[in-house]
T-cell receptor
């Protein structure tokens, strides 16, 4: 079945460590996105990518980095520079970034920094 | 400035009743789209319905319909005949500049819906 996978579902890390969240899609979508969700709040855009080897900062990119070496994959690294990394992270993709094209979401990764 | 406002943090609705979730938005762009997503407790976001600013008719998708009032800048989601499985967080989102290469989705804070038997 086509879809978006994120791993792991739960992730625990010590403060000061970098951590990479995986996002893979087999929908053949060009655009991919990373969002952060804090309890009781909406989603905020971290990074987005329209094509391979190209990505742009979203609203809250500080302390995060991404890569897009393959169309299917868009991993997110939460660096030690991110001051408050504990959150729920959602990856999404869409066939194209504009117009009425909806974004399809993965199941999310819940990151807890101890 | 907040682009999407959802004023109802939470609401209870009885099974089989209809419920309306409010969403107001702020944009000066004439071309925009409004999306509604459902987020169950599992966390995944599920796309429900879309309304374009130039669409003549209110969008409908099964038990979901959109009460789109362009002059008031509101796009309220109506869920008819609520089911227990409708219990979830519901988010309204907007994409401005539909014709531009990059129209980011901007999300509201969400409304928690609990359906009771």
């Amino acid at each position: 079945d086509g879809g978006i996978t994120q791993s792991p579902k739960y992730l625990f890390r010590k403060e000061g460590q970098n951590v990479t969240l995986s996002c893979e899609q087999n929908l053949n979508h060009d655009a991919m996105y990373w969002y952060r969700q804090d309890p009781g709040q909406g989603l905020r855009l971290i990074y987005y990518s329209q094509i391979v080897n190209d990505f742009q900062k979203g609203d809250i990119a500080e302390g995060y980095s991404v890569s897009r070496e393959k169309k299917e994959s868009f991993p997110l690294t939460v660096t030690s520079a991110q001051k408050n990394p504990t959150a729920f992270y959602l990856c999404a993709s869409s066939i194209a970034p504009q117009g009425k094209n909806e974004q399809f979401f993965g199941p999310g990764t819940r990151l807890t920094v101890l | 400035a907040q682009k999407i406002t959802q004023t109802q943090p939470g609401m209870f609705v009885q099974e089989k009743e209809a419920v309306t979730l409010d969403c107001t938005y702020d944009t000066s762009d004439p071309s925009y789209g409004l999306f509604w997503y459902k987020q169950p407790s599992s966390g995944e976001m599920i796309f429900l319905i879309y309304q374009g600013s130039y669409d003549q008719q209110n969008a409908t998708e099964g038990r979901y319909s959109l009460n789109f009032q362009k002059a008031r800048k509101s796009a309220n989601l109506v869920i008819s005949a609520s089911q227990l499985g409708d219990s979830a967080m519901y988010f309204c989102a907007m994409r401005e500049s539909l014709t531009d290469s990059w129209g980011k989705l901007q999300f509201g804070a969400g409304t928690q819906v609990v359906v009771t038997p």
